[in-house]
């Protein structure tokens, strides 16, 4: 790291490893509770567990962004963070109202709407916590000697992804109008203003990590970022198909949302383009690993099984089934918790000067968890073909199919076993890298040294 204040990265870095073991235990008291097991029922029915396995998500990847922009904006501003101490009481905000949130759910303290279950009173600290942190990174770059398009581009992301959460706070009466809005921030935020943080971040790592110069990979980016919003923005139709709004976001929705998986196409070529490209390549192999699997795993996740149920006719019948679920889980693992866990293994090091680049423990955390993933969401499609077929074609009894799909939520609980132990390889990695700490100022022990003037030359 160049920057002390960059440090402050850790703890959000931190916080991401315990609410990602939380979230992933929800995940299990839900698939029990889908195998009939459900004896937690009366302290956390399911309702319960999915707003938890789901808002603890939201948060840790928030928290991930956080940490990451604390870390990037300062070196590539070139001057400390403009505030320290408000960055500080920002991550402590942010933990209290994360906190206050879960726990209320368990209280039946939530609104009851998919991914915005946050109650109004918390939704208006949310607002301050991340207006704290917008503040805080826009002074950073506004006294800066410089700034670069990747750190516009991230900030630009973060600063709308703000702004976006805005619509979700509007009440309504009327269910088509709640829905309608609902989607401004959940499909506005990861098929749109995410991908930019996502585009910042993957660029700030393939600089660093690929040595190929900063002029290409930024101009990649542009044409990324375009693509993106060009099929994203008017995209969100698919979510507009048989709820109450007219028909044409049948045809709109359906052409400009099966154009997305080209923004995540983009992304998957721009990763590996970039890495066999090569240039003065860092020997931080492990991270270089993480960010290609978030390239091409977003595009098989959000791009491929996105474009699997995003048209009309097919929609019809998936709707709200395990397929969403499917889609939703390797969408999600691909695209923002691979990348936040590829920023994690580029800074930790950097930050506490502890270059565990080949550790076994890293590789294993890899593997396994994105095998496992792939796994659990193989568990997901079969059980969501099935529950098609019975319950929307056939007409079955909705919880006779419920019944019938028990024997897949044993495959889920074994792949996600195995994804599991991934990820405690990676949080064991994560506590053996220690704290950050002051002597690993300036220095970057992975970077291989420029070449002499004279091997330039030849
Ligand atoms: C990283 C990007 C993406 C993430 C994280 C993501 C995640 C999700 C999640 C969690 C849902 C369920 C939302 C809810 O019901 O509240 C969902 C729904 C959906 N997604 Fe994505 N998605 C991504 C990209 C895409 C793309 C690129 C497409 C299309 C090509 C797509 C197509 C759909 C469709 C059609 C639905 C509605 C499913 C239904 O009707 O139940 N998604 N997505
Ligand atoms: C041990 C690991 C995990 C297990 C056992 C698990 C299990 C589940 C189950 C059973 C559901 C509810 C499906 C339903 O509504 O019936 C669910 C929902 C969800 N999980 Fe997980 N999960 C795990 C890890 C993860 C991870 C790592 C992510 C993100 C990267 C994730 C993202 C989601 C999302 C987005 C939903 C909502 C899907 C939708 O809208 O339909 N889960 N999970
Ligand atoms: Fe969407």
Redesign the pocket.
């Known amino acids: 790291m160049k920057y002390q204040s960059q440090r402050i990265a850790w703890l959000f870095f931190a916080t991401c490893m315990l609410l990602f073991g939380l979230q992933i235990i929800y995940g299990f008291i839900m698939a029990f509770a889908h195998m009939g097991l459900d004896g937690l029922h009366d302290w956390i029915p399911f309702n319960a567990a999915r707003a938890v396995h789901t808002n603890l998500l939201v948060v840790w990847l928030l928290s991930g962004f956080m940490g990451a922009a604390y870390y990037v904006i300062p070196e590539e501003c070139d001057r400390e963070l403009w505030s320290p101490r408000l960055a500080l009481v920002q991550w402590g905000s942010l933990v209290l109202v994360g906190v206050v949130a879960i726990v209320g759910f368990h209280f039946g303290w939530w609104e009851g709407r998919?991914?915005l279950e946050i109650p109004r009173p918390l939704d208006y600290l949310v607002v301050v916590n991340v207006l704290a942190f917008l503040l805080n990174i826009g002074m950073t770059i506004w006294k800066a000697p410089r700034y670069t398009t990747t750190a516009m581009v991230l900030y630009v992301g973060l600063v709308a992804a703000a702004l976006l959460y805005l619509p979700g706070m509007i009440a309504f009466d009327n269910q088509v109008f709640d829905s309608y809005y609902r989607w401004w921030v959940?499909h506005l935020w990861?098929?749109g203003v995410w991908e930019l943080v996502m585009g910042g971040i993957v660029a700030f790592l393939l600089i660093k990590l690929t040595g190929v110069d900063r002029e290409v990979i930024e101009k990649w980016l542009y044409v990324i970022v375009g693509v993106t919003f060009l099929s994203g923005i008017l995209?969100t139709g698919?979510?507009y198909y048989y709820i109450g709004t007219p028909n044409y976001w049948l045809w709109i929705g359906g052409a400009f949302?099966?154009l997305?998986?080209v923004a995540?196409l983009g992304f998957a070529w721009y990763g590996i383009a970039m890495a066999r490209k090569g240039g003065r390549r860092h020997e931080n192999g492990t991270a270089l690993q993480w960010t290609l699997a978030c390239c091409v795993m977003?595009f098989v996740g959000?791009?491929f099984l996105?474009?699997a149920?995003?048209i009309p006719a097919v929609?019809k019948w998936?709707?709200?089934t395990l397929i969403?679920a499917m889609?939703?889980h390797l969408?999600?693992w691909g695209?923002?918790a691979l990348l936040v866990l590829a920023f994690i293994s580029y800074a930790l090091p950097q930050l506490t000067g502890r270059a565990r680049y080949k550790s076994a423990l890293g590789q294993w955390a890899f593997w396994t968890s994105n095998i496992g993933m792939l796994g659990m969401t193989g568990a997901f499609a079969v059980a969501g073909i099935a529950q098609v077929y019975m319950e929307r074609m056939s007409g079955m009894d909705f919880l006779e199919v419920q019944e019938a799909l028990e024997v897949h939520f044993i495959g889920l609980a074994l792949a996600a076993t195995l994804f599991t132990i991934g990820i405690i390889c990676y949080i064991v990695d994560f506590a053996k890298h220690g704290l950050p700490t002051l002597e690993a100022l300036r220095v970057d022990p992975g970077t291989p040294p420029a070449p002499a003037a004279a091997e330039v030359l030849a």
């Open positions: 998919k991914f959940v990861v098929e995209g698919h979510h949302s099966a997305e998986p995540f977003s959000a791009g996105g474009m149920h995003t929609n998936t709707h709200g969403t889609h939703g969408a999600f695209a923002y």
